[in-house]
């Protein structure tokens, strides 16, 4: 008697951790087991820091962005100077990194929450708290969303979660460790509960240097692809010599 499509479909959370256990041993033949190091945190930056540069990260280039991060802090040496700032100009600074409207504005709502919340322009407090804590703390600011926080934690904070980006949340769909349909906000919650303690870090390391550089979101390269007995995805790419 055949399965039925709602079993297909939806698997169990042992049949998913089975899975994204397999893949995690076998990405790490690859890329090895990166650990997070207080060296490594954002380039020795401090938590805002961190908070803005990921802010001018989103939907551009790792280049662009520091570009952007790069002029605001020549053209304002200081928070404080961001923060008391003509919008515009805090606009025209961080130009580079596109959106520029949108992301100068956040930026200084920020900057002016934590002067009135905090007593001072300081995210350090991040430090303390955990994903959950820390959505409820900024969540209500715009663009500081569930992937924003996560990065900030893992990357500064050393913080054990799962940060879901493009590429990460596509490697996920295609392994069917997620649905299909889910989105990058909620694979933050999914994958929480397949991903052990001390896992998060290289899991997102790995991840996404597998979907930067082997599933890509056009013609991803199945012939390299160490998981492809795993993949879900229908469209896969092998040479027409394999």
């Not at 998913?16 to 397999?22: A, F, I, M, P």
């Not at 959106?99 to 709502?109: E, G, M, N, P, W």
Request: charged letters at 30%; aromatic letters at 6%; proline letters at 5%.
């Amino acid at each position: 008697m055949p399965k039925s499509s709602q079993a297909v479909a939806h698997p169990s959370n042992r049949s998913r951790r089975s899975k994204l256990k397999r893949a995690l041993t076998k990405i790490s033949r690859v890329y090895g087991n990166p650990a997070w190091s207080q060296d490594e945190s954002a380039d020795g930056r401090d938590v805002l820091s961190a908070l803005i540069l990921t802010i001018l990260s989103q939907a551009t280039t790792d280049g662009n962005r520091d570009v952007a991060f790069a002029r605001l802090r020549r053209r304002f040496p200081t928070w404080e100077k961001v923060l008391k700032a003509d919008v515009k100009k805090v606009e025209e600074a961080i130009r580079p990194g596109g959106l520029s409207r949108q992301k100068s504005v956040r930026i200084q709502a920020l900057l002016a929450w934590l002067k009135e919340t905090q007593g001072g322009l300081s995210a350090e407090f991040l430090r303390d708290l955990d994903l959950p804590e820390a959505k409820d703390q900024l969540g209500h600011l715009r663009g500081i969303g569930v992937k924003t926080l996560s990065v900030v934690l893992m990357f500064t904070c050393g913080r054990d979660v799962f940060p879901v980006d493009t590429h990460v949340h596509r490697v996920c769909r295609r392994l069917g460790l997620i649905d299909e349909r889910c989105s990058a906000e909620k694979a933050h919650a999914e994958m929480a509960n397949l991903l052990r303690p001390g896992e998060s870090y290289a899991a997102h390391v790995n991840f996404w240097k597998f979907g930067k550089f082997i599933c890509r979101a056009r013609q991803p390269n199945c012939d390299k692809c160490p998981l492809v007995k795993d993949c879900v995805y229908p469209e896969k790419n092998f040479s027409r010599t394999r």
